[in-house]
């Protein structure tokens, strides 16, 4: 009787009124001692209130049945389908949407709806794969900064590959603990690619000369990332570099002449399908014919190797003893004397790698220059009452506990980095 009464007032009330009457039916429905009849007829009133024209009716509905344990599914999932003003407090609070109504919706919705199901609290794996394989922007970084969402790694990587380039969702992705390594030189690479794009489209520089400058500065980061990771990751790392083209031999000769022999190893281990040992034991075998083998199992280019050649007999002649800097940045005394030495073989198929190492020459020189700076700046003998300093003796204490001995280059596949 009432329900009937209800809808005889609906077709003269206007659409405010309907709404508040519609609110008030819906309550009645949830938390009022109706009987069975009483039930079933609110809620065929409420399925026929879904074609209301006005979506302040279809509004209220969802605003009193968006946390509902008890409302109607039917009306419910209609709800969920209507335009993102009515459906969004449906869409981000509902217990009734299972996972695969959440993806079902997902794949239709408008950015807002996307963004409501994105925010979700206690957001499941699968719904978050989906929204990180169509998702538009705005509902990965909703996803991304939702502290209840299970989020797969594999889901992170797929948001690296498509918005990665994005200066917001980048700065969340790497304030993330759990990302890999892997992930992180995925976006240092993204990142690259949006310089490099940025400055062409400006005219700043040429597109190839943008590119080529982009690249070497990511080569250059990926080193000091290396640098920075765990043991357990390393292997990852450098598969993942392999997969997406980027274990160059100028990246791995950038990696030796900085004296990361770890990186160098597992980056030939995994152009090679070999073991770390014994790539490790060829590397290290006083005997260089061995080294040359691995070297060309690798597919690394033959006119780059006298630069790997001398690298590796410097490194055992103890080049790097007394060296700083960790193994983030070129050494200087290396790349020199690398330099030197191919140079000597003036060979016609050397061109580009003696041009690369020039370049290494230079940016190593930079960057001793700007240490020995700092280390002046730092170290003011006035200020620290030091009246009676000597160069010398300054050079020798700030540097002598970084020095090493060129016997850790022997393999030690066990410990966690071998640094300079």
């Given at each position: 009787?009432?329900?009937?009464?209800?809808?005889?007032?609906?077709?003269?009330?206007?659409?405010?009124?309907?709404?508040?009457?519609?609110?008030?039916?819906?309550?009645?429905?949830?938390?009022?001692?109706?009987?069975?009849?009483?039930?079933?007829?609110?809620?065929?009133?409420?399925?026929?209130?879904?074609?209301?024209?006005?979506?302040?009716?279809?509004?209220?509905?969802?605003?009193?049945?968006?946390?509902?344990?008890?409302?109607?599914p039917v009306v419910v999932h209609a709800l969920a389908a209507d335009q993102p003003e009515v459906a969004i407090p449906v869409l981000s609070r509902s217990p009734l949407?299972?996972?695969?109504?959440?993806?079902?919706?997902?794949?239709?919705?408008?950015?807002?709806?996307?963004?409501?199901?994105?925010?979700?609290?206690?957001?499941?794996?699968?719904?978050?794969?989906?929204?990180?394989?169509?998702?538009?922007?705005?509902?990965?970084?909703?996803?991304?900064?939702?502290?209840?969402?299970?989020?797969?790694?594999?889901?992170?990587?797929?948001?690296?590959?498509?918005?990665?380039?994005?200066?917001?969702?980048?700065?969340?992705?790497?304030?993330?603990?759990?990302?890999?390594?892997?992930?992180?030189?995925?976006?240092?690479?993204?990142?690259?690619?949006?310089?490099?794009?940025?400055?062409?489209?400006?005219?700043?520089?040429?597109?190839?000369?943008?590119?080529?400058?982009?690249?070497?500065?990511?080569?250059?980061?990926?080193?000091?990332?290396?640098?920075?990771?765990?043991?357990?990751?390393?292997?990852?790392?450098?598969?993942?570099?392999?997969?997406?083209?980027?274990?160059?031999?100028?990246?791995?000769?950038?990696?030796?002449?900085?004296?990361?022999?770890?990186?160098?190893?597992?980056?030939?281990?995994?152009?090679?399908?070999?073991?770390?040992?014994?790539?490790?034991?060829?590397?290290?075998?006083?005997?260089?014919?061995?080294?040359?083998?691995?070297?060309?199992?690798?597919?690394?280019?033959?006119?780059?190797?006298?630069?790997?050649?001398?690298?590796?007999?410097?490194?055992?002649?103890?080049?790097?003893?007394?060296?700083?800097?960790?193994?983030?940045?070129?050494?200087?005394?290396?790349?020199?004397?690398?330099?030197?030495?191919?140079?000597?073989?003036?060979?016609?198929?050397?061109?580009?790698?003696?041009?690369?190492?020039?370049?290494?020459?230079?940016?190593?020189?930079?960057?001793?220059?700007?240490?020995?700076?700092?280390?002046?700046?730092?170290?003011?003998?006035?200020?620290?009452?030091?009246?009676?300093?000597?160069?010398?003796?300054?050079?020798?204490?700030?540097?002598?506990?970084?020095?090493?001995?060129?016997?850790?280059?022997?393999?030690?596949?066990?410990?966690?980095?071998?640094?300079?």
């Amino acid at each position: 009787m009432i329900v009937r009464q209800f809808l005889q007032w609906l077709r003269n009330a206007s659409p405010g009124e309907r709404a508040e009457a519609t609110s008030a039916l819906a309550r009645a429905y949830l938390h009022s001692d109706l009987s069975v009849d009483d039930l079933s007829a609110a809620e065929g009133a409420m399925i026929m209130l879904l074609d209301d024209p006005s979506p302040l009716v279809r509004g209220a509905l969802a605003q009193v049945f968006a946390s509902a344990q008890k409302a109607p599914p039917v009306v419910v999932h209609a709800l969920a389908a209507d335009q993102p003003e009515v459906a969004i407090p449906v869409l981000s609070r509902s217990p009734l949407l299972s996972d695969e109504d959440l993806v079902d919706l997902f794949a239709t919705a408008q950015p807002d709806s996307q963004v409501a199901i994105a925010s979700r609290a206690l957001l499941s794996s699968p719904v978050a794969a989906a929204i990180a394989e169509v998702g538009c922007a705005q509902a990965c970084l909703a996803l991304l900064e939702n502290l209840d969402a299970d989020i797969a790694l594999f889901s992170l990587d797929r948001i690296i590959e498509r918005f990665g380039h994005l200066a917001a969702i980048r700065e969340n992705l790497i304030a993330r603990h759990d990302l890999p390594m892997a992930s992180r030189q995925a976006l240092l690479a993204k990142l690259s690619q949006t310089l490099a794009g940025f400055v062409s489209a400006r005219h700043w520089l040429g597109s190839e000369h943008a590119e080529h400058a982009a690249r070497e500065a990511c080569e250059k980061a990926t080193v000091a990332l290396a640098a920075e990771t765990p043991y357990e990751e390393i292997a990852e790392l450098m598969r993942h570099l392999r997969q997406s083209g980027q274990l160059t031999a100028g990246m791995i000769l950038r990696a030796l002449l900085s004296g990361n022999v770890v990186l160098f190893e597992e980056a030939i281990a995994e152009l090679t399908g070999m073991s770390i040992d014994r790539v490790s034991a060829y590397i290290h075998d006083k005997h260089i014919s061995g080294f040359r083998a691995v070297y060309t199992k690798a597919g690394l280019p033959d006119a780059a190797y006298s630069a790997f050649r001398e690298a590796i007999a410097a490194l055992r002649d103890g080049i790097l003893v007394g060296e700083t800097g960790g193994v983030t940045r070129l050494k200087r005394r290396m790349v020199e004397h690398v330099l030197e030495a191919c140079v000597a073989e003036r060979r016609d198929d050397m061109a580009s790698l003696l041009a690369l190492l020039r370049r290494f020459a230079v940016e190593a020189a930079r960057e001793e220059a700007r240490m020995f700076c700092d280390d002046l700046v730092a170290y003011d003998p006035v200020a620290n009452g030091h009246v009676g300093y000597d160069r010398a003796t300054y050079d020798h204490t700030a540097y002598d506990h970084m020095a090493y001995d060129h016997t850790a280059y022997v393999p030690q596949i066990h410990e966690p980095r071998l640094v300079a």
